[in-house]
């Protein structure tokens, strides 16, 4: 992690600088100045540092310093802000204030009477007995004993235990009181698990079931905390992005939080979003495997000390930013004022917390999204991946990095500071931690040139920027015809229909601005105009509206620049499209093969690994652009995003041993030939799938449409009749509804599909 001092750019200033032992803060608006003659520009936090696989022993003497109670000064851990926390017998003091809350007692007794209704009504307790009152309260008695000691043994695995400064993690050098961090039990490993929940951890189960103790237990914990004063720490997302977006908000701690104030058992909580990123992400080998259909492997010790790139710490720049805090007792108070719906008195119904939830855990991503910065691997991997040729000469990289930069501080973002060093360094850097793997160089040319190896690792870190160019690249996509200027010209009401046909496609793929539709495609069209990469064609009329827009077409500047900066909108989002083609693609082969096999359900992950495997051929013999779009975390989106459509139908069942089923909706199942039984390239569903194909990408190697029609569907169809024959093995609920069934989510049409 590298301490950034002072810049000779002026920038937007990080929230911190460290050099050495010293600490600043800077105000927003801050800009860096020039630095004096002789002044260090960046230095380590941690200097002349061992390695760990070079000299093992001077590495665990030199990080005890950091890390054990040996350390003096700041690394002693003495005097911090906050609750007092590492003491003896802390971890007792917390249980027991978790255990002695009046919402888990009133949900101990309430098990408790509820077992004994069912001990009653399976005759175990006889009411006619002259003592069954006193056997019934000693049977209450028994059970309330046996839940407490659940409740007690689940609190001793959950709670953190801040006992020994022995465990102090020392990249806490700011003295605050460390947080309670939420994570899931699945990374409870042997030796190491111990001394992470001493370290800070608060160990859940990934998943709560009907488990209503459990549940009520976790509520406790959080409410304790936040009643006392702790500091609490988790992760909207949930979980590990396996593509480098952010992703969707999950609620569950975040509801836990949220129903502690509205029932007013904590009087309020301050929310502080903080995002963190890194130059080198250190799991994408194996995120690019279960992208490619490979299962997760189940974490442990070995995987852990085994990981090369950690043990070396071969990380490259570590990147912090706060958003300012916020009162989350006002947030509730502002919504109450802003949403008529939401009454002072109803904010603990189901639906206005269900709103409120989802307004709260989309403010705190976008305010995640509104400190993020772009790291310049980040830049690196964009720029590799949106340009045509096969690689790019280190001048132009430069180039093209320093254009990025610039684009991204103009939509709002940031980038992260180079503290003065020139880009070509920077960019030398940044090509040092992605490595050879990601990024391979061809010696002996006229200039040095690198090229993209792995493009699929590589598309993680691109994956970090396109959030910020999402309309722009919407808009790009839908004026995309290949071809000529007169192909590259678009009428708007054309243009408007396509925009909102991907907008809705992507509605789960994307975080978008809710300043409505067309008021975005207007101001994206006012931004790439000035920008001169597009010209408007306006009516006739006598002022400057927004409102005659006639058409849009390239410039001539941007033809003439060889399209570089509509291809790079273009290039971004080209892989989403080509992913959601061929989802849709896949749902061909979901045609009965007999009007007998009509409403047959088949295997969901089933039809879903079938689509993977489509989309490998498919790549491989020149019918689809991108490996990436092979990606199983996109192809599951796409099916999402049908099924909220009313495309296919899913039936998911109670059971979770019984995988979920689906087929596609009557009216959107294509028709057969009657002489040879081939799928008919027509119908609803065909229209859907060339909609989608307006905007893919045109390349050299592609096939003709009518090819597309015949040879790609026989090959959906191919899989997809392996579908219907394994169904057909296994009779029963693949061919009708079942009432265990949890049912089928129907969503409203897309108006584009409207107008099909």
């Not at 689509?611 to 020149?622: D, I, N, R, V």
Request: hydrophobic letters at 40%.
């Amino acid at each position: 992690m590298s301490a950034i001092a002072k810049s000779a750019r002026p920038a937007t200033a990080p929230d911190l600088d460290v050099l050495g032992d010293q600490v600043t803060i800077h105000p927003s608006g801050y800009t860096e100045s020039h630095a004096h003659d002789g002044e260090p520009q960046e230095r380590n936090l941690v200097e002349h540092m061992a390695r760990f696989r070079d000299a093992p022993l001077d590495f665990l003497r030199e990080i005890s310093l950091h890390v054990w109670s040996s350390g003096t000064g700041w690394r002693a851990y003495e005097d911090v802000i906050g609750q007092p926390i590492f003491y003896p017998g802390f971890s007792e003091k917390m249980k027991n204030m978790v255990l002695s809350t009046p919402m888990l007692q009133r949900k101990i007794e309430a098990l408790a009477e509820r077992r004994l209704e069912v001990e009653q009504q399976q005759g175990l307790l006889d009411s006619q007995d002259r003592l069954h009152t006193s056997k019934r309260a000693q049977r209450r008695y028994v059970i309330e004993q046996s839940l407490q000691e659940v409740a007690q043994n689940a609190a001793n695995d959950m709670i953190c235990k801040f006992e020994s400064k022995s465990f102090i993690r020392g990249a806490y050098y700011l003295c605050l009181a460390l947080p309670t961090v939420v994570a899931g039990d699945n990374l409870n490993l042997k030796f190491v698990g111990g001394f992470l929940q001493h370290a800070g951890a608060m160990w859940i189960r990934r998943s709560f079931g009907d488990d209503t103790l459990y549940t009520t237990l976790v509520q406790s914990y959080i409410d304790t905390l936040l009643q006392n004063g702790y500091n609490f720490e988790c992760f909207i997302e949930g979980g590990r992005s396996r593509t480098g977006k952010l992703l969707p908000p999950k609620f569950g701690i975040l509801s836990f939080l949220l129903d502690s104030v509205l029932s007013g058992r904590v009087h309020d909580a301050i929310i502080c979003p903080v995002s963190t990123q890194y130059d080198k992400v250190i799991e994408t080998e194996s995120y690019i495997s279960e992208l490619l259909g490979q299962p997760k492997p189940k974490e442990s010790l070995r995987d852990f000390l085994s990981a090369s790139s950690v043990l070396s710490l071969q990380l490259g720049r570590v990147d912090v930013r706060f958003h300012e805090p916020w009162s989350l007792k006002h947030f509730i108070s502002q919504q109450q004022i802003r949403s008529s719906t939401i009454a002072h008195n109803d904010t603990k119904t189901a639906d206005v917390k269900t709103t409120l939830l989802r307004t709260l855990g989309y403010r705190v991503l976008s305010e995640i999204n509104e400190v993020s910065v772009v790291m310049p691997t980040a830049l690196i991997g964009t720029v590799l991946l949106t340009l045509r040729g096969r690689g790019v000469g280190k001048p132009e990289l430069v180039r093209r990095v320093e254009w990025l930069s610039e684009r991204i501080r103009a939509q709002g973002g940031r980038v992260a500071h180079f503290a003065g060093i020139p880009t070509g360094v920077v960019v030398d850097r940044g090509l040092e931690v992605l490595g050879q793997s990601l990024v391979g160089r061809v010696e002996g040319l006229a200039e040095e040139t690198f090229y993209a190896v792995d493009r699929f690792q590589l598309s993680f870190y691109r994956n970090m920027t396109i959030h910020l160019f999402i309309s722009e690249a919407l808009v790009s996509a839908s004026m995309y015809k290949g071809g000529g200027p007169d192909h590259q010209r678009v009428r708007y009401e054309a243009l408007l229909d396509q925009v909102s046909f991907l907008s809705s496609l992507f509605r789960d793929e994307f975080i978008f601005s809710t300043e409505g539709l067309e008021y975005n495609i207007k101001k994206t069209i006012r931004g790439l105009a000035a920008d001169n990469v597009i010209t408007v064609r306006r009516t006739e009329k006598p002022h400057d509206s927004t409102d005659d827009i006639l058409a849009i077409e390239l410039s001539d500047a941007e033809r003439l620049c060889g399209r570089e900066n509509f291809d790079f909108y273009c290039f971004l989002i080209w892989p989403f499209i080509e992913a959601s083609w061929l989802g849709a693609v896949s749902l061909m082969g979901l045609t009965p093969p007999t009007s007998q096999m009509c409403g047959m359900w088949l295997d969901l992950r089933d039809t879903q690994d079938r689509a993977q495997l489509l989309g490998k051929t498919l790549y491989h013999q020149g019918d689809l652009s991108y490996f990436e779009a092979v990606n199983k975390e996109t192809l599951k989106n796409a099916y999402q995003r049908f099924e909220e459509e009313g495309i296919i139908e899913v039936t998911r069942y109670r059971n979770r041993d019984v995988p979920p089923k689906l087929r596609l909706a009557s009216s959107w199942v294509p028709n057969r030939e009657p002489s040879t039984g081939k799928v008919v390239a027509g119908g609803r569903l065909w229209v859907f799938i060339e909609k989608i194909a307006q905007s893919r990408r045109e390349v050299t190697n592609r096939r003709d449409g009518a090819t597309v029609a015949t040879r790609v569907l026989q090959l959906a169809d191919k899989l997809g009749q392996g579908l219907f024959d394994s169904a057909s093995l296994n009779p029963g609920s693949e061919w009708q509804d079942k009432d265990t069934a949890v049912g089928k989510r129907r969503g409203k049409a897309m108006r584009a599909t409207a107008h099909i």
